[in-house]
């Protein structure tokens, strides 16, 4: 999904300034398609092309001539913005659906005279502070969310029991392309556990890692997290959603680690990249474990679950069969490295080291058996390992200025 871009600029100095549009090309030398692949352009290349580009004036054009949706984010984190003025824009970002066999893709960037419509919203996250400080996100393909601290609370009954402690994440199937997050929460628990039309939350999390929450091994046992303590909403779409969620410190086989993890969402993806990034002192390195909830499915449901690493793919896949409600698939990949496995009472898990401040980069997706597109556990696998493939096979994007 995220592919690590190579930008090729090909922008003569003196003739960018007279440019009106922008010429964008995007290859890869992969035969398979590509369904979604997310074209990102610094925004500061844009600026150099097309001086005075206005985010809300533009318009994008695949080699059809047909106007693409598109987003500039206000991410850029080596830029200033003192006077708040939004200047520091990140990216340019659209998408474009590679077929088998088609290597190479063009497009143009121009300004416009005339104000770009509201595009459909894909990609999207939030707070909710009406579910005891949930955390949701979602792109036109699946849904999740984590838990708050207002969960890890002590129960309103006096007992002093703190209702649900973990960092785990969670999955709500979707059946629907369009946004249910707000619509999933206004209609309660009881509801969204069942399915109405729309899909369900058919995952349990309860105190595991749940899919792809992380914690710190030391060969033996897991050490993890307590509910996130802060969040950052930084993009939210249409194409793209960013967020940071924060973990206070916690002991960790004598280091004490906090983590905070950025999460991004593109729309068409079953997959979700994340960056996680630890803090701690002591040891130069420490071991991060990723995981996936052993029992993911609810008992009346009747599951059955089987879990299978695929070193070659750098990847963890489970596949879980249940009676009634919808067979899925889960799935972690690890874009770099030689991934070690292991388990707990509770979790799966996917093993790389970590040193203090520099990201772990993994992916955590899934897919449910009645979306048509995958019906067993093999056919998941396949999934899974074309993702990793992909991964592997960056699209380069040259750009250059137009008369």
């Known amino acids: 999904m995220h592919a690590r871009y190579a930008l090729l600029l090909a922008l003569a100095g003196t003739s960018a300034g007279a440019a009106e549009r922008l010429a964008v090309t995007a290859t890869h030398e992969l035969d398979a398609a590509r369904p979604a692949e997310t074209i990102a352009i610094p925004w500061a290349e844009v600026n150099q092309a097309l001086p005075g580009a206005l985010l809300q004036r533009l318009t994008v054009r695949d080699a059809a001539g047909r106007s693409l949706p598109y987003q500039v984010t206000n991410v850029a984190p080596e830029a200033k913005d003192p006077q708040g003025k939004g200047i520091a824009y990140g990216e340019l970002i659209f998408q474009h659906d590679f077929a088998a066999g088609e290597h190479s893709a063009s497009f143009t960037v121009e300004k416009s005279e005339s104000v770009a419509p509201p595009f459909p919203v894909q ?99 897991l050490y993890t997290s307590r509910n996130y303590a802060k969040w950052k909403v930084i993009a939210n ?105 292991a388990a707990d009472a509770a979790n799966e898990l996917i093993l790389a080291p970590i040193r203090p401040g520099q990201p772990l980069r993994y992916y955590v997706g899934a897919i449910a058996s009645w979306s048509g597109e995958v019906g067993d556990a093999a056919a998941w696998q396949r999934r899974v390992t074309a993702f990793a493939t992909r991964l592997r096979a960056p699209v380069s994007i040259q750009i250059r200025p137009l008369p």
């Open 237 to 341: 779409g249409p194409i793209r959603a960013i967020f940071e969620l924060s973990y206070d410190a916690w002991d960790a086989a004598g280091a004490r680690v906090s983590e905070v993890k950025r999460f991004t969402v593109d729309a068409g993806h079953d997959f979700d990249q994340i960056d996680s990034t630890f803090s701690f002192s002591g040891p130069a390195s420490l071991t991060a474990a990723i995981g996936l909830n052993k029992t993911p499915a609810y008992a009346h449901q009747e599951p059955k679950v089987a879990a299978t690493p695929l070193p070659a793919a750098r990847a963890l896949t489970q596949w879980v069969t249940q009676r009634s409600a919808g067979d899925f698939g889960v799935a972690i990949v690890l874009p770099t490295g030689e991934p070690a496995y």
């Open 123 to 221: 990609a999207y996250a939030r707070y909710v502070p009406e579910r005891l400080d949930d955390f949701a996100w979602e792109n036109d393909r699946i849904a999740h969310r984590t838990y708050g601290q207002a969960l890890a609370a002590p129960d309103s009954q006096g007992s002093g029991k703190e209702v649900l402690v973990t960092s785990g994440l969670d999955i709500w199937f979707k059946r629907v392309r369009y946004p249910i997050v707000d619509r999933w929460y206004n209609k309660g628990h009881d509801h969204y556990h069942k399915d109405e039309g729309e899909g369900l939350d058919m995952y349990g999390v309860g105190t595991t890692r749940g899919a792809g929450g992380t914690g710190i091994w030391d060969g033996k046992q």
